[in-house]
């Protein structure tokens, strides 16, 4: 990532941290005595997370840095940051955004994580699944942490039946289209996007025995769309505790996992 990136992923943290009465007044060490203040100890923290490095590889002293990413962690501060910069984003032209919805998931090979920990038969590796819906521009909507050897169809259902990180009355009013692999091929899905209103696009699974979905030329054109989910996982990846995990709890995995789709999504802001 660029300097300029990195300098962005700081200021919107630092921005949503300030705009929140509540959340800036926990943060505001200037009544404190303390020898760093939050300019200086929250781009060390984004650091440590991003590249997965030791707490003690930074010059602040490490038992300062750690209690003030507990905070961040037990406030949501990193996910929360991402669904306002997602609803400021998805406001404009929904249309276009959310017309063609995918969905995909994509296994963290596993270091040091002791929950939702499997093994994949596939990948042939213990792991860690994480699932997104995007937009049109593989923004996810939809964030999902599960076991590794969770099917991806039952994944994908879970999410259906979960509530959404945008408006979903926006999302009703501007949603066409559902894009998925043959991994979802399933009467279930069909079923639920169809009640849900959605054309689903799947690519059909070779072993079972009746194809469901003959593309034409017009599906094999919207289907060809589905691209933009694989550049998501590509770029999710990007972030070195995304690629591996090297978090023990979901729930500090889940941060770097917001903090990494923060990154993404303001390339589009």
Same mark, same amino acid.
């Given at each position: 990532? &660029?300097?300029?990136?990195?300098?962005?992923?700081?200021?919107?943290?630092?921005?949503?941290? $300030?705009?929140?009465? #509540?959340?800036?007044?926990?943060?505001?060490?200037?009544?404190?005595?303390?020898?760093?203040?939050?300019?200086? +100890?929250?781009?060390?923290?984004?650091?440590?997370?991003?590249?997965?490095?030791?707490?003690?590889? &930074?010059?602040?002293?490490?038992?300062?840095?750690?209690?003030?990413?507990?905070?961040?962690?037990? %406030?949501? #501060?990193?996910? $929360?940051?991402?669904?306002? =910069? /997602?609803?400021?984003?998805?406001?404009?032209?929904?249309?276009?955004?959310?017309?063609?919805? !995918?969905?995909?998931?994509?296994?963290?090979?596993?270091?040091? @994580? &002791?929950?939702?920990?499997?093994?994949?038969?596939?990948?042939?590796?213990?792991?860690?699944? +994480? &699932?997104?819906?995007?937009?049109?521009?593989?923004?996810?909507?939809? +964030? @999902?942490?599960?076991?590794?050897?969770?099917?991806?169809?039952?994944?994908?259902?879970?999410? /259906?039946?979960?509530? %959404?990180?945008?408006?979903?009355? /926006? =999302?009703?009013?501007?949603?066409?289209? %559902?894009?998925?692999?043959?991994?979802?091929?399933?009467?279930?899905?069909?079923?639920?996007?169809?009640?849900? $209103?959605?054309?689903?696009?799947?690519?059909? $699974?070779?072993?079972?025995?009746?194809?469901?979905?003959? *593309?034409?030329?017009?599906?094999?054109?919207? !289907?060809?769309?589905?691209?933009?989910?694989?550049?998501?996982?590509? =770029?999710?990846?990007?972030?070195?505790?995304?690629?591996?995990?090297?978090?023990?709890?979901?729930?500090? *995995?889940?941060?770097?996992?917001?903090?990494?789709?923060?990154? =993404?999504?303001?390339?589009? %802001?």
């Amino acid at each position: 990532m &660029s300097k300029l990136n990195n300098l962005s992923l700081i200021n919107s943290i630092k921005t949503y941290i $300030n705009n929140n009465k #509540i959340y800036a007044k926990h943060f505001d060490f200037s009544y404190k005595t303390q020898n760093y203040s939050l300019d200086e +100890v929250l781009p060390e923290i984004i650091k440590i997370i991003k590249y997965a490095n030791p707490w003690r590889s &930074s010059y602040i002293n490490h038992s300062t840095l750690y209690s003030v990413y507990k905070k961040m962690l037990k %406030m949501n #501060i990193i996910k $929360n940051t991402y669904i306002e =910069l /997602l609803n400021l984003y998805i406001k404009k032209q929904p249309n276009k955004k959310l017309k063609y919805l !995918y969905t995909d998931t994509t296994c963290i090979k596993n270091k040091y @994580g &002791s929950e939702l920990v499997k093994y994949n038969g596939h990948k042939k590796m213990n792991c860690t699944k +994480v &699932s997104f819906i995007t937009d049109s521009n593989g923004i996810p909507i939809n +964030v @999902g942490i599960f076991s590794g050897s969770k099917h991806d169809s039952r994944i994908f259902i879970e999410q /259906l039946n979960n509530k %959404m990180l945008i408006d979903e009355t /926006l =999302l009703n009013k501007n949603k066409k289209y %559902m894009l998925a692999d043959s991994g979802y091929d399933t009467n279930d899905i069909k079923q639920i996007l169809n009640d849900l $209103n959605f054309a689903p696009v799947i690519a059909d $699974n070779k072993r079972r025995k009746k194809q469901l979905l003959i *593309f034409n030329a017009k599906y094999k054109k919207i !289907y060809s769309k589905r691209i933009k989910i694989e550049h998501t996982n590509g =770029l999710f990846k990007t972030h070195r505790r995304c690629n591996c995990r090297y978090d023990k709890n979901v729930n500090t *995995f889940e941060i770097s996992v917001y903090l990494s789709l923060v990154d =993404l999504i303001l390339k589009y %802001m």
